[in-house]
């Protein structure tokens, strides 16, 4: 049973492009989470979501940052028009109905140049 | 806004001594879970604990948890160089299921 897959693993894109992260959750995994964590710091909440709907976006911020989980694929973080201050690592959990454990993938790492 | 403290920030031991990291916070909570973070990685889940449990056991790994402090403890006992990384307590408030508040961890080396 593979575990919870980012690709990709390194992006580096230039100040003004956008940032597509994608995220593909454990086998029979219905929920997925999206965190970011700066340098020496814990990771922080941003979208949780349950296939085609979004449960709670609290800790993203409103503008140029979106997520998706369609019915099909991998669960998408798109950020536009990237800064500097987007680089960071991006993870992606994903969790089961019947758990409250999140199983993590290796992350993205993010640089903005 | 930061749910989770983890105390130490750094904790340097020898193999085969035992390491106890802290984690405190701040509201009520469901459960309380420990990660694991080797430099440049992804996260690896250690043990969930509830909040009507005091203490669990995996392997070399106790947890204990006091709600009435909001507090808990992971006791790593006869470390070996391969538990060098960084440690994380997450809580769930409320309801079971949404999303995960981190401390800041605890980095801790364990030389041979």
């Not at chain 1, 999206?34 to 296939?51: A, D, H, I, S, T």
């Not at chain 1, 369609?70 to 960071?88: M, N, T, W």
């Not at chain 2, 930061?2 to 916070?25: H, K, R």
């Not at chain 2, 669990?56 to 204990?64: C, D, E, P, Q, Y």
Request: overall charge positive; glycine content about 8%; hydrophobic content about 30%.
């Amino acid at each position: 049973n593979a575990g919870v897959m980012q690709n990709p693993r390194h992006l580096v894109r230039r100040r003004g492009q956008e940032a597509r992260l994608r995220c593909s959750p454990m086998k029979g995994h219905s929920h997925v989470y999206w965190y970011r964590q700066l340098p020496e710091e814990g990771l922080k909440f941003m979208v949780y979501l349950q296939k085609e709907n979004i449960i709670d976006e609290s800790g993203m911020p409103k503008e140029r940052f979106s997520a998706e989980f369609p019915k099909e694929g991998p669960s998408i973080l798109r950020i536009q028009q990237v800064v500097r201050g987007d680089s960071a690592a991006y993870f992606c959990a994903s969790r089961g109905g019947s758990t409250d454990t999140q199983y993590f993938g290796p992350g993205t790492r993010l640089t903005v140049l | 806004s930061q749910q989770g403290e983890e105390d130490p920030q750094a904790l340097s031991i020898q193999e085969g001594e035992n390491a106890t990291m802290n984690c405190s916070y701040k509201t009520s909570i469901n459960n309380l879970q420990w990660y694991r973070q080797n430099s440049g990685r992804g996260l690896v889940h250690l043990i969930l604990i509830r909040s009507n449990e005091r203490e669990k056991h995996s392997g070399r790994l106790r947890v204990t948890l006091d709600t009435s402090k909001k507090s808990s403890s992971l006791l790593i006992t006869a470390s070996r160089a391969a538990d060098t990384a960084s440690y994380f307590c997450a809580t769930v408030r409320g309801q079971a299921g949404t999303a995960l508040i981190f401390g800041k961890g605890t980095t801790l080396s364990v030389s041979s």
